[in-house]
């Protein structure tokens, strides 16, 4: 293998990486939030989850209460 050929893989390789990176950023734009609003509406969701998860626990115990 030549120099120029070393070159012009590592340049496609890079191509090929920065394509990839670009392919990332713009499918977090399509949502149209920003890091701060993904955030909280992540933070709500796992909120939301959890409330979830304290009533089905809560009604667990109440069935072994009964019996």
Not at 15 to 38: F, P, Y
Request: hydrophobic content about 20%; cysteine-free; proline content about 0%.
């Amino acid at each position: 293998m030549t120099r120029g050929n070393q070159r012009e893989l590592a340049r496609a390789k890079h191509q090929k990486k920065q394509m990839e990176m670009q392919k990332k950023k713009t499918a977090s734009e399509k949502t149209g939030l920003s890091l701060s609003e993904r955030k909280h509406r992540d933070a709500e969701l796992m909120r939301e989850k959890q409330r979830r998860k304290e009533e089905q626990s809560a009604q667990g115990k109440q069935k072994q209460a009964v019996h």
